[in-house]
């Protein structure tokens, strides 16, 4: 009987940074384009951020990260909950934090077949006009 183990894309991280992530406003928000799930046939997706600013944010406050999905690539969910929040620190140091796309799913075992990431600058200043990436890893199932 064969054990099923992640196996992890073995290409490049995809690129999916949003149109505007660079230079993004305070309060302001962008959402990445479609990542179709059923072409990829992922069991997840790890998925990292990466974000500087150019005038320090103020501590403790967050970019916010939710997902919205769709099963026909046209109507997309409001945003779902729980979202990622991520606090800021007070400073210009390039920053990246990591998470699942299960986990903003609510832990489903497997992503929507198609959705979006939304990005929410809640820093007090913008973002930096350059040096601002989301990127994602497909996951996929072996059995060894």
């Known amino acids: 009987m064969g054990t099923v183990k992640s196996l992890y894309n073995t290409t490049p991280a995809i690129d ?4 505007g992530l660079n230079g993004l406003a305070n309060n302001g928000s962008v959402t ?10 992922a ?7 990466t974000y500087v600013y150019g ?8 970019i916010t990260i939710e997902l919205q999905a769709s099963v026909d690539n046209t109507n997309f969910s409001d945003i779902q909950n729980p979202p990622c929040v991520v606090l800021l620190t007070a400073d ?3 920053h990246r934090t990591g998470f699942f796309v ?14 979006r990431i939304r990005i929410t600058n809640n820093g007090g200043q913008a973002l930096a006009s350059s040096g601002n990436f ?4 497909p ?6």
């Open 32 to 41: 990445t384009s479609v990542v179709n799930n059923t072409s990829y046939l």
């Open 92 to 94: 210009t140091n390039t």
């Open 16 to 19: 999916i940074t949003p149109s």
């Open 102 to 115: 299960s986990a903003l799913w609510g832990n489903n075992y497997a992503p929507p077949p198609y959705f």
């Open 134 to 137: 989301l990127k994602i890893v």
């Open 55 to 62: 005038t320090a944010p103020t501590a403790n406050n967050n």
């Open 139 to 144: 996951i996929y199932g072996q059995v060894v």
């Open 43 to 49: 069991l997840d997706f790890y998925v990292e951020l």
